[in-house]
RNA sequence: GUCCCCGUCGUCUAGAGGCCCAGGACGCUGGCCUUUCAAGCCGGUAACACGGGUUCGAAUCCCGUCGGGGACACCA
Protein backbone atom coordinates (compact mmCIF):
# COMPACT_ATOMS: atom_id res chain seq x y z
CA UNK A 1 0.00 0.00 0.00
CA UNK A 2 1.58 3.22 -0.96
CA UNK A 3 1.87 6.04 1.31
CA UNK A 4 -0.54 9.22 1.08
CA UNK A 5 1.79 11.54 -1.61
CA UNK A 6 2.84 14.81 0.56
CA UNK A 7 4.25 17.50 -1.44
CA UNK A 8 5.10 21.17 -0.73
CA UNK A 9 5.64 24.36 -2.25
CA UNK A 10 8.48 26.23 0.04
CA UNK A 11 8.63 29.97 -1.03
CA UNK A 12 10.68 32.00 0.81
CA UNK A 13 9.01 35.11 2.11
CA UNK A 14 11.31 37.54 0.32
CA UNK A 15 8.58 39.19 -2.16
CA UNK A 16 5.89 39.54 -3.79
CA UNK A 17 4.58 35.83 -5.38
CA UNK A 18 6.68 35.01 -8.66
CA UNK A 19 4.91 33.43 -11.66
CA UNK A 20 7.39 30.56 -11.51
CA UNK A 21 7.18 30.06 -8.21
CA UNK A 22 3.23 29.97 -8.43
CA UNK A 23 3.73 27.16 -11.27
CA UNK A 24 5.36 24.98 -9.02
CA UNK A 25 3.47 25.36 -6.12
CA UNK A 26 0.27 24.56 -9.13
CA UNK A 27 1.81 21.35 -10.31
CA UNK A 28 2.67 20.42 -6.67
CA UNK A 29 -0.65 21.21 -5.73
CA UNK A 30 -2.13 19.10 -8.69
CA UNK A 31 -0.09 16.11 -8.03
CA UNK A 32 -1.29 15.81 -4.79
CA UNK A 33 -5.19 16.40 -5.73
CA UNK A 34 -4.58 13.74 -8.80
CA UNK A 35 -3.39 11.19 -6.56
CA UNK A 36 -5.34 11.94 -3.26
CA UNK A 37 -2.63 13.98 -1.73
CA UNK A 38 -1.63 16.07 0.34
CA UNK A 39 -0.52 19.72 -0.34
CA UNK A 40 1.75 21.19 2.22
CA UNK A 41 2.70 25.17 2.71
CA UNK A 42 5.88 25.50 4.23
CA UNK A 43 7.58 29.30 4.45
CA UNK A 44 11.40 29.31 4.35
CA UNK A 45 11.72 32.03 6.44
CA UNK A 46 15.37 31.55 7.36
CA UNK A 47 17.13 34.64 5.37
CA UNK A 48 16.54 37.26 8.42
CA UNK A 49 17.57 40.05 6.31
CA UNK A 50 15.17 39.34 3.54
CA UNK A 51 12.15 37.67 4.79
CA UNK A 52 9.59 39.47 5.63
CA UNK A 53 5.68 39.51 7.22
CA UNK A 54 4.20 41.39 4.10
CA UNK A 55 5.95 38.95 2.24
CA UNK A 56 4.22 36.35 3.34
CA UNK A 57 0.83 37.60 3.19
CA UNK A 58 1.13 38.76 -0.34
CA UNK A 59 2.69 35.11 -1.13
CA UNK A 60 -0.51 33.61 0.21
CA UNK A 61 -2.89 36.26 -1.23
CA UNK A 62 -1.36 35.06 -4.83
CA UNK A 63 -1.94 31.63 -3.83
CA UNK A 64 -5.45 31.99 -2.53
CA UNK A 65 -6.28 34.00 -5.77
CA UNK A 66 -5.35 31.86 -8.44
CA UNK A 67 -6.95 29.07 -6.19
CA UNK A 68 -4.08 27.21 -5.18
CA UNK A 69 -5.18 26.19 -1.91
CA UNK A 70 -3.04 23.95 0.92
CA UNK A 71 -3.93 20.97 3.25
CA UNK A 72 -1.36 22.49 5.80
CA UNK A 73 0.12 25.35 6.30
CA UNK A 74 -0.06 29.17 7.58
CA UNK A 75 -3.49 29.23 9.37
CA UNK A 76 -4.02 25.55 8.69
CA UNK A 77 -2.18 23.89 11.80
CA UNK A 78 -1.35 20.49 10.61
CA UNK A 79 0.20 17.03 12.49
CA UNK A 80 3.84 18.40 11.41
CA UNK A 81 3.28 21.75 12.49
CA UNK A 82 5.31 24.44 12.79
CA UNK A 83 5.17 25.67 8.65
CA UNK A 84 7.75 28.39 9.60
CA UNK A 85 11.01 27.25 9.68
CA UNK A 86 12.28 29.73 11.94
CA UNK A 87 9.87 27.89 14.44
CA UNK A 88 11.45 24.42 14.16
CA UNK A 89 14.93 26.03 14.94
CA UNK A 90 15.05 23.18 17.85
CA UNK A 91 14.78 20.57 15.02
CA UNK A 92 17.67 21.52 12.92
CA UNK A 93 20.16 22.05 16.11
CA UNK A 94 19.03 18.19 17.24
CA UNK A 95 19.73 16.92 13.49
CA UNK A 96 23.15 18.75 13.64
CA UNK A 97 24.30 17.78 17.10
CA UNK A 98 23.40 13.77 16.17
CA UNK A 99 25.51 14.07 12.72
CA UNK A 100 28.03 16.04 15.01
CA UNK A 101 28.40 13.18 17.42
CA UNK A 102 28.48 10.73 14.15
CA UNK A 103 31.42 12.42 12.56
CA UNK A 104 29.53 13.06 9.81
CA UNK A 105 29.29 17.10 10.15
CA UNK A 106 31.76 19.25 12.00
CA UNK A 107 32.28 23.01 13.30
CA UNK A 108 34.37 25.10 11.34
CA UNK A 109 35.41 28.59 13.12
CA UNK A 110 36.59 29.67 9.91
CA UNK A 111 35.35 33.27 9.81
CA UNK A 112 33.43 34.36 7.13
CA UNK A 113 36.17 36.89 5.81
CA UNK A 114 38.75 34.08 5.71
CA UNK A 115 36.77 32.30 3.59
CA UNK A 116 36.46 35.04 1.32
CA UNK A 117 40.08 35.99 1.31
CA UNK A 118 41.00 32.31 0.73
CA UNK A 119 38.30 32.11 -2.46
CA UNK A 120 39.28 35.57 -3.90
CA UNK A 121 42.87 33.90 -3.71
CA UNK A 122 41.47 30.81 -5.74
CA UNK A 123 39.90 32.93 -8.51
CA UNK A 124 42.48 35.06 -8.99
CA UNK A 125 45.05 32.10 -8.74
CA UNK A 126 43.06 29.99 -11.44
CA UNK A 127 41.36 33.44 -13.45
CA UNK A 128 38.39 31.79 -13.30
CA UNK A 129 35.32 32.06 -10.69
CA UNK A 130 33.06 29.41 -8.83
CA UNK A 131 36.45 27.13 -8.60
CA UNK A 132 36.46 27.57 -5.10
CA UNK A 133 36.38 24.62 -2.37
CA UNK A 134 36.34 24.60 1.37
CA UNK A 135 39.68 22.68 1.75
CA UNK A 136 38.65 21.34 5.09
CA UNK A 137 40.99 23.07 7.25
CA UNK A 138 38.52 22.49 10.61
CA UNK A 139 37.64 18.80 9.32
CA UNK A 140 39.71 17.30 12.15
CA UNK A 141 40.27 20.49 14.42
CA UNK A 142 39.87 19.55 17.95
CA UNK A 143 40.58 22.67 19.52
CA UNK A 144 37.63 25.36 20.32
CA UNK A 145 39.71 28.71 19.15
CA UNK A 146 38.32 30.90 21.82
CA UNK A 147 36.42 33.90 20.48
CA UNK A 148 34.96 32.41 17.31
CA UNK A 149 31.85 30.96 16.69
CA UNK A 150 31.06 28.35 14.81
CA UNK A 151 29.36 27.62 11.54
CA UNK A 152 28.58 23.92 10.81
CA UNK A 153 29.88 21.66 8.03
CA UNK A 154 28.93 18.60 6.43
CA UNK A 155 31.34 15.89 5.63
CA UNK A 156 31.86 15.05 2.52
CA UNK A 157 32.61 11.25 2.50
CA UNK A 158 36.28 10.76 1.02
CA UNK A 159 37.67 9.27 -1.84
CA UNK A 160 35.68 8.57 -5.05
CA UNK A 161 31.65 8.28 -5.07
CA UNK A 162 28.96 9.25 -6.30
CA UNK A 163 25.71 10.31 -6.30
CA UNK A 164 22.44 9.48 -8.28
CA UNK A 165 19.05 10.33 -8.42
CA UNK A 166 16.17 9.39 -11.09
CA UNK A 167 14.46 12.44 -12.01
CA UNK A 168 10.50 12.04 -12.21
CA UNK A 169 11.22 14.46 -15.02
CA UNK A 170 14.50 14.82 -16.27
CA UNK A 171 15.26 11.06 -15.80
CA UNK A 172 19.13 9.67 -13.65
CA UNK A 173 21.30 12.65 -12.84
CA UNK A 174 24.65 12.10 -11.42
CA UNK A 175 27.39 13.92 -9.91
CA UNK A 176 30.73 13.39 -8.62
CA UNK A 177 31.67 13.37 -4.92
CA UNK A 178 34.82 15.45 -6.44
CA UNK A 179 32.18 17.92 -7.36
CA UNK A 180 30.95 18.95 -4.20
CA UNK A 181 32.85 20.25 -1.18
CA UNK A 182 32.12 20.40 3.09
CA UNK A 183 29.20 22.79 2.58
CA UNK A 184 27.88 24.97 5.48
CA UNK A 185 24.04 24.02 7.07
CA UNK A 186 23.60 25.91 9.62
CA UNK A 187 25.16 29.35 10.98
CA UNK A 188 26.34 29.96 14.25
CA UNK A 189 23.44 31.77 15.47
CA UNK A 190 21.75 28.50 14.38
CA UNK A 191 19.68 29.31 11.45
CA UNK A 192 19.83 26.51 8.88
CA UNK A 193 21.00 26.98 5.48
CA UNK A 194 18.89 26.22 2.34
CA UNK A 195 19.88 22.50 1.57
CA UNK A 196 19.89 21.34 5.70
CA UNK A 197 16.54 23.01 6.61
CA UNK A 198 15.28 21.73 3.31
CA UNK A 199 15.89 18.14 4.12
CA UNK A 200 14.86 18.55 7.94
CA UNK A 201 11.59 19.69 7.22
CA UNK A 202 11.03 17.55 4.30
CA UNK A 203 11.92 14.55 5.96
CA UNK A 204 10.20 15.31 9.29
CA UNK A 205 7.11 16.75 7.62
CA UNK A 206 6.60 13.15 5.69
CA UNK A 207 7.28 14.74 2.34
CA UNK A 208 7.43 11.96 -0.58
CA UNK A 209 8.09 13.72 -3.65
CA UNK A 210 10.16 17.25 -3.90
CA UNK A 211 8.41 19.14 -6.82
CA UNK A 212 10.49 22.34 -7.87
CA UNK A 213 12.34 24.37 -10.18
CA UNK A 214 15.37 23.06 -12.46
CA UNK A 215 17.67 25.67 -10.79
CA UNK A 216 17.50 23.49 -8.05
CA UNK A 217 18.94 20.29 -9.60
CA UNK A 218 22.39 20.63 -8.36
CA UNK A 219 21.31 21.85 -4.62
CA UNK A 220 19.58 18.03 -4.91
CA UNK A 221 23.16 16.23 -4.60
CA UNK A 222 24.31 18.17 -1.61
CA UNK A 223 21.00 17.37 -0.28
CA UNK A 224 20.94 13.54 -1.56
CA UNK A 225 24.65 13.46 0.95
CA UNK A 226 22.61 14.33 3.84
CA UNK A 227 19.53 11.60 3.25
CA UNK A 228 22.54 9.29 2.91
CA UNK A 229 24.20 10.68 5.92
CA UNK A 230 21.00 10.19 7.65
CA UNK A 231 20.03 6.50 6.71
CA UNK A 232 17.19 7.99 5.33
CA UNK A 233 14.92 7.23 2.39
CA UNK A 234 15.35 10.30 -0.11
CA UNK A 235 11.77 10.99 -1.30
CA UNK A 236 10.99 11.25 -5.14
CA UNK A 237 12.43 14.56 -7.08
CA UNK A 238 10.57 16.63 -9.79
CA UNK A 239 12.38 19.33 -11.71
CA UNK A 240 10.31 21.27 -13.59
CA UNK A 241 11.54 23.59 -16.76
CA UNK A 242 12.08 27.14 -16.03
CA UNK A 243 10.06 30.00 -17.43
CA UNK A 244 12.34 32.67 -19.37
CA UNK A 245 11.53 36.34 -20.33
CA UNK A 246 11.45 38.02 -23.47
CA UNK A 247 15.36 37.91 -23.48
CA UNK A 248 15.72 34.26 -22.30
CA UNK A 249 16.63 34.58 -19.13
CA UNK A 250 15.00 33.45 -15.93
CA UNK A 251 11.81 35.13 -14.97
CA UNK A 252 13.52 37.57 -12.21
CA UNK A 253 11.73 40.04 -10.09
CA UNK A 254 14.60 42.22 -10.55
CA UNK A 255 14.61 42.17 -14.63
CA UNK A 256 11.02 41.54 -15.30
CA UNK A 257 7.81 43.00 -14.10
CA UNK A 258 5.52 40.21 -15.26
CA UNK A 259 7.26 38.29 -13.01
CA UNK A 260 4.73 39.46 -10.19
CA UNK A 261 1.54 36.98 -10.29
CA UNK A 262 -0.72 39.95 -8.91
CA UNK A 263 0.43 42.85 -11.33
CA UNK A 264 -1.44 40.41 -13.55
CA UNK A 265 -4.55 40.62 -11.96
CA UNK A 266 -4.19 44.25 -11.61
CA UNK A 267 -3.99 44.11 -15.56
CA UNK A 268 -7.15 42.50 -15.61
CA UNK A 269 -6.36 38.94 -15.99
CA UNK A 270 -8.67 36.04 -14.57
CA UNK A 271 -6.97 33.86 -12.04
CA UNK A 272 -8.43 30.86 -14.38
CA UNK A 273 -6.40 32.66 -17.82
CA UNK A 274 -3.12 32.85 -15.38
CA UNK A 275 -3.14 29.45 -14.40
CA UNK A 276 -4.37 28.39 -17.42
CA UNK A 277 -1.21 29.79 -19.53
CA UNK A 278 1.17 29.29 -16.96
CA UNK A 279 0.48 25.46 -16.59
CA UNK A 280 1.15 24.99 -20.40
CA UNK A 281 4.58 26.33 -20.35
CA UNK A 282 5.54 23.21 -19.37
CA UNK A 283 3.22 20.40 -19.66
CA UNK A 284 0.76 19.70 -22.07
CA UNK A 285 -2.09 17.28 -22.53
CA UNK A 286 -2.33 16.86 -26.58
CA UNK A 287 -3.69 19.50 -28.21
CA UNK A 288 -5.62 21.19 -25.60
CA UNK A 289 -4.87 24.75 -24.93
CA UNK A 290 -8.11 26.05 -22.70
CA UNK A 291 -8.10 24.06 -19.73
CA UNK A 292 -9.96 24.07 -16.29
CA UNK A 293 -9.31 23.33 -12.92
CA UNK A 294 -11.18 20.01 -12.68
CA UNK A 295 -9.39 18.75 -15.80
CA UNK A 296 -5.87 20.03 -15.02
CA UNK A 297 -6.65 17.60 -12.03
CA UNK A 298 -7.98 15.01 -13.78
CA UNK A 299 -4.81 15.02 -16.02
CA UNK A 300 -1.68 16.59 -14.85
CA UNK A 301 1.27 14.34 -14.26
CA UNK A 302 4.85 14.46 -14.49
CA UNK A 303 5.45 12.59 -17.80
CA UNK A 304 4.16 15.22 -19.68
CA UNK A 305 6.22 17.94 -17.98
CA UNK A 306 8.39 18.99 -20.65
CA UNK A 307 12.35 19.03 -20.24
CA UNK A 308 13.21 22.76 -21.90
CA UNK A 309 12.55 26.36 -20.64
CA UNK A 310 9.46 28.31 -22.22
CA UNK A 311 9.48 31.75 -23.01
CA UNK A 312 6.87 33.78 -21.49
CA UNK A 313 4.45 35.06 -24.05
CA UNK A 314 1.93 37.89 -23.49
CA UNK A 315 0.17 37.34 -26.61
CA UNK A 316 -0.98 34.22 -25.58
CA UNK A 317 -1.92 34.98 -22.06
CA UNK A 318 -4.13 37.56 -23.21
CA UNK A 319 -5.90 34.99 -25.79
CA UNK A 320 -6.30 32.98 -22.95
CA UNK A 321 -7.99 35.45 -20.93
CA UNK A 322 -10.22 36.64 -23.20
CA UNK A 323 -11.36 32.89 -23.84
CA UNK A 324 -12.18 32.55 -20.26
CA UNK A 325 -13.68 36.25 -20.56
CA UNK A 326 -15.96 34.09 -22.76
CA UNK A 327 -16.28 31.13 -21.04
CA UNK A 328 -16.65 32.32 -17.50
CA UNK A 329 -20.50 33.01 -16.17
CA UNK A 330 -20.92 36.59 -16.88
CA UNK A 331 -22.49 37.16 -13.38
CA UNK A 332 -18.58 35.82 -12.59
CA UNK A 333 -16.78 37.87 -14.29
CA UNK A 334 -19.16 40.99 -13.65
CA UNK A 335 -18.45 40.67 -10.01
CA UNK A 336 -14.92 40.91 -10.76
CA UNK A 337 -15.25 44.02 -13.04
CA UNK A 338 -16.82 46.33 -10.51
CA UNK A 339 -13.12 46.82 -9.05
CA UNK A 340 -12.28 47.74 -12.42
CA UNK A 341 -15.21 50.27 -12.71
CA UNK A 342 -14.62 51.86 -9.55
CA UNK A 343 -11.04 52.10 -10.10
CA UNK A 344 -12.59 54.77 -13.35
CA UNK A 345 -14.92 56.49 -10.78
CA UNK A 346 -17.69 54.52 -11.96
CA UNK A 347 -20.29 53.03 -8.96
CA UNK A 348 -21.57 50.21 -9.89
CA UNK A 349 -23.30 48.11 -7.12
CA UNK A 350 -22.12 44.30 -7.56
CA UNK A 351 -25.22 42.87 -9.09
CA UNK A 352 -26.50 45.70 -11.02
CA UNK A 353 -28.24 44.22 -14.09
CA UNK A 354 -26.53 46.84 -16.42
CA UNK A 355 -22.91 44.63 -15.62
CA UNK A 356 -23.53 41.34 -17.01
CA UNK A 357 -25.04 43.04 -20.03
CA UNK A 358 -22.08 45.09 -20.68
CA UNK A 359 -19.65 41.64 -19.87
CA UNK A 360 -21.49 39.96 -22.75
CA UNK A 361 -21.75 43.19 -24.77
CA UNK A 362 -17.71 43.36 -24.44
CA UNK A 363 -16.49 39.56 -23.71
CA UNK A 364 -15.64 39.42 -27.71
CA UNK A 365 -13.91 42.48 -27.40
CA UNK A 366 -11.87 43.43 -24.17
CA UNK A 367 -9.01 40.78 -23.27
CA UNK A 368 -8.60 41.97 -19.90
CA UNK A 369 -11.04 43.14 -17.21
CA UNK A 370 -9.06 46.21 -17.50
CA UNK A 371 -9.79 47.01 -21.03
CA UNK A 372 -13.73 45.93 -20.55
CA UNK A 373 -13.94 48.36 -17.96
CA UNK A 374 -12.25 50.90 -20.45
CA UNK A 375 -14.97 50.13 -22.96
CA UNK A 376 -17.70 49.82 -20.62
CA UNK A 377 -16.87 53.38 -18.94
CA UNK A 378 -18.90 56.01 -21.49
CA UNK A 379 -22.38 53.28 -20.71
CA UNK A 380 -22.17 54.70 -17.24
CA UNK A 381 -21.58 58.13 -17.46
CA UNK A 382 -24.47 60.88 -18.52
CA UNK A 383 -23.91 62.46 -21.49
CA UNK A 384 -21.05 61.47 -24.36
CA UNK A 385 -18.06 63.52 -25.95
CA UNK A 386 -18.56 63.33 -29.54
CA UNK A 387 -15.37 62.42 -31.59
CA UNK A 388 -14.82 65.00 -34.23
CA UNK A 389 -13.84 62.92 -36.94
CA UNK A 390 -16.61 60.66 -36.34
CA UNK A 391 -18.76 63.51 -35.80
CA UNK A 392 -18.37 65.42 -39.65
CA UNK A 393 -18.07 62.24 -40.98
CA UNK A 394 -21.28 60.59 -39.94
CA UNK A 395 -23.58 63.17 -38.07
CA UNK A 396 -24.51 65.20 -41.59
CA UNK A 397 -27.58 66.85 -43.11
CA UNK A 398 -28.05 63.82 -44.93
CA UNK A 399 -27.92 61.64 -41.77
CA UNK A 400 -29.90 63.71 -39.16
CA UNK A 401 -32.80 63.17 -41.16
CA UNK A 402 -32.62 59.54 -40.06
CA UNK A 403 -31.53 59.82 -37.18
CA UNK A 404 -34.60 61.65 -36.18
CA UNK A 405 -36.51 58.85 -37.45
CA UNK A 406 -34.96 56.41 -34.95
CA UNK A 407 -34.87 58.91 -32.24
CA UNK A 408 -38.95 59.07 -33.09
CA UNK A 409 -39.72 55.82 -33.38
CA UNK A 410 -37.14 54.21 -30.26
CA UNK A 411 -39.04 56.88 -28.36
CA UNK A 412 -42.11 54.99 -28.59
CA UNK A 413 -41.01 51.50 -28.38
CA UNK A 414 -42.77 49.74 -25.57
CA UNK A 415 -39.87 46.93 -25.36
CA UNK A 416 -36.64 48.43 -24.87
CA UNK A 417 -34.65 45.09 -25.98
CA UNK A 418 -31.90 44.89 -28.58
CA UNK A 419 -34.00 43.04 -30.89
CA UNK A 420 -36.80 45.81 -31.12
CA UNK A 421 -33.88 48.59 -31.49
CA UNK A 422 -32.38 46.66 -34.16
CA UNK A 423 -35.40 46.56 -35.50
CA UNK A 424 -36.09 50.38 -35.83
CA UNK A 425 -32.55 50.88 -37.55
CA UNK A 426 -33.22 47.82 -40.18
CA UNK A 427 -37.13 49.18 -40.64
CA UNK A 428 -35.81 52.95 -40.85
CA UNK A 429 -32.80 51.75 -43.55
CA UNK A 430 -35.30 49.95 -45.50
CA UNK A 431 -37.75 52.70 -45.47
CA UNK A 432 -35.23 55.55 -46.76
CA UNK A 433 -33.74 52.58 -49.38
CA UNK A 434 -29.68 52.71 -47.82
CA UNK A 435 -28.17 50.17 -46.38
CA UNK A 436 -27.66 49.45 -42.38
CA UNK A 437 -24.54 50.75 -41.83
CA UNK A 438 -25.88 54.50 -43.35
CA UNK A 439 -28.34 54.30 -39.93
CA UNK A 440 -26.66 52.37 -37.95
CA UNK A 441 -23.43 54.93 -37.87
CA UNK A 442 -24.47 57.66 -37.21
CA UNK A 443 -26.89 56.09 -34.80
CA UNK A 444 -23.83 54.70 -33.19
CA UNK A 445 -21.76 58.14 -33.35
CA UNK A 446 -24.61 59.79 -31.38
CA UNK A 447 -24.74 57.19 -28.57
CA UNK A 448 -21.16 56.57 -27.78
CA UNK A 449 -19.20 59.47 -29.29
CA UNK A 450 -17.39 57.10 -31.87
CA UNK A 451 -17.35 54.79 -35.01
CA UNK A 452 -16.84 51.95 -32.46
CA UNK A 453 -19.34 49.54 -30.49
CA UNK A 454 -21.27 46.75 -30.17
CA UNK A 455 -23.87 45.55 -32.63
CA UNK A 456 -26.50 48.82 -32.35
CA UNK A 457 -29.47 47.44 -30.39
CA UNK A 458 -27.30 45.82 -28.13
CA UNK A 459 -25.55 49.51 -27.57
CA UNK A 460 -28.42 50.92 -26.91
CA UNK A 461 -30.61 48.59 -24.61
CA UNK A 462 -27.37 49.05 -22.71
CA UNK A 463 -27.21 52.64 -22.62
CA UNK A 464 -31.21 52.54 -21.33
CA UNK A 465 -34.17 54.69 -23.14
CA UNK A 466 -33.43 57.67 -21.05
CA UNK A 467 -29.65 58.17 -22.27
CA UNK A 468 -29.99 57.06 -25.45
CA UNK A 469 -32.60 59.69 -25.99
CA UNK A 470 -30.97 62.03 -24.40
CA UNK A 471 -27.15 61.62 -26.34
CA UNK A 472 -29.09 61.52 -29.77
CA UNK A 473 -31.00 64.45 -28.98
CA UNK A 474 -27.77 65.81 -27.96
CA UNK A 475 -25.96 64.86 -31.53
CA UNK A 476 -29.50 66.35 -33.44
CA UNK A 477 -28.63 69.41 -31.53
CA UNK A 478 -25.16 69.71 -33.18
CA UNK A 479 -24.84 72.69 -36.11
C1' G B 1 35.79 28.67 -16.12
C1' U B 2 33.74 24.05 -13.63
C1' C B 3 29.52 21.11 -12.97
C1' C B 4 24.29 20.07 -14.25
C1' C B 5 20.20 20.22 -17.63
C1' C B 6 18.23 21.15 -22.35
C1' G B 7 17.93 21.71 -28.11
C1' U B 8 10.66 20.30 -33.18
C1' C B 9 7.62 26.50 -36.78
C1' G B 10 9.10 33.63 -34.24
C1' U B 11 6.59 31.64 -29.36
C1' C B 12 4.01 27.47 -26.42
C1' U B 13 3.86 22.54 -27.81
C1' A B 14 2.10 17.12 -30.03
C1' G B 15 5.37 13.37 -31.23
C1' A B 16 7.65 7.63 -26.56
C1' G B 17 11.57 3.69 -34.55
C1' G B 18 7.60 3.10 -39.49
C1' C B 19 0.71 6.30 -38.55
C1' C B 20 5.23 12.50 -39.82
C1' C B 21 8.07 15.09 -47.07
C1' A B 22 5.98 16.41 -38.90
C1' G B 23 -0.02 17.80 -36.02
C1' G B 24 -2.37 21.72 -32.77
C1' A B 25 -2.29 26.68 -30.50
C1' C B 26 -0.61 31.94 -30.20
C1' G B 27 1.30 35.54 -33.51
C1' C B 28 1.47 37.26 -38.49
C1' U B 29 -1.37 36.94 -42.98
C1' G B 30 -5.44 36.14 -47.30
C1' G B 31 -10.73 35.46 -47.49
C1' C B 32 -15.86 34.77 -45.70
C1' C B 33 -19.56 36.76 -42.44
C1' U B 34 -21.13 41.89 -41.42
C1' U B 35 -24.49 48.17 -39.32
C1' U B 36 -18.75 49.57 -36.98
C1' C B 37 -15.13 46.94 -33.98
C1' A B 38 -14.54 42.41 -32.37
C1' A B 39 -15.81 37.37 -32.11
C1' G B 40 -16.54 33.23 -35.30
C1' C B 41 -15.53 30.27 -39.74
C1' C B 42 -12.25 28.81 -43.98
C1' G B 43 -7.15 29.13 -46.02
C1' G B 44 -1.78 30.57 -45.94
C1' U B 45 3.17 31.33 -43.57
C1' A B 46 6.80 28.75 -40.77
C1' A B 47 10.43 23.87 -37.39
C1' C B 48 12.83 18.23 -36.32
C1' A B 49 20.51 22.87 -34.54
C1' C B 50 24.67 20.36 -37.22
C1' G B 51 27.81 15.98 -38.21
C1' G B 52 28.61 10.98 -37.60
C1' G B 53 26.80 6.25 -36.31
C1' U B 54 22.85 2.01 -34.96
C1' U B 55 18.67 0.17 -37.99
C1' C B 56 15.38 -2.43 -43.65
C1' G B 57 13.67 2.36 -41.58
C1' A B 58 15.20 7.99 -36.87
C1' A B 59 12.32 14.08 -35.03
C1' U B 60 12.34 9.70 -32.04
C1' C B 61 18.31 5.38 -29.91
C1' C B 62 24.06 6.28 -29.35
C1' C B 63 28.47 9.56 -29.93
C1' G B 64 30.57 14.22 -31.12
C1' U B 65 30.17 19.47 -32.36
C1' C B 66 27.73 23.83 -31.83
C1' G B 67 24.04 26.57 -29.35
C1' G B 68 20.91 27.95 -25.04
C1' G B 69 19.88 27.98 -19.95
C1' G B 70 20.84 26.90 -14.81
C1' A B 71 23.99 26.22 -10.48
C1' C B 72 28.52 27.32 -8.40
C1' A B 73 27.12 32.04 -0.85
C1' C B 74 27.38 31.68 6.47
C1' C B 75 20.40 33.49 -0.38
C1' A B 76 16.52 30.36 -1.20
Known amino acids: MAPVPRVRFAPSPTGYLHIGGARTALFN ?31 LDGLTWLGIDWDEGPGKEGPVAPYFQTQRLELYKKYADQLIAEGKAYRCYCTREEIDARRAAVEKATGKPGTYKYEGTCRDRKDIPEGRSAVIRFRMPEGEGQVTFNDKVLGPITKQYSDLDDWVMMRADGIPLYNYGCVIDDRTMDITLVGRGQEHVNSTFPQLMLYQAFGWKPPEFAHFPLILGPDREKLSKRKHPEADVMLHKRNGVLAEALSNYVIRLGWSHGNDE ?18 TSGVWSPDK ?47 ERAKTLQEMADMALKYFQ ?30 ALPQWSA ?61
Do not use: C
Open 29 to 59: YLYAKRHGGVFILRIEDTDQERSTPESVKAI
Open 290 to 307: VISREQMVEWFDFDHVGT
Open 317 to 363: LMWLNQQWLKMLPPAVVAEQLVNFLAARDVQVKAGDPRLERVVMAFR
Open 382 to 411: HGVALDEKAATKHLTAESKPLLTQVREQVA
Open 419 to 479: AALDEVVKKVSEQAGVGMGKVAQPVRVAATGGTVSPGIGETLELLGREETLHRLDAALARP
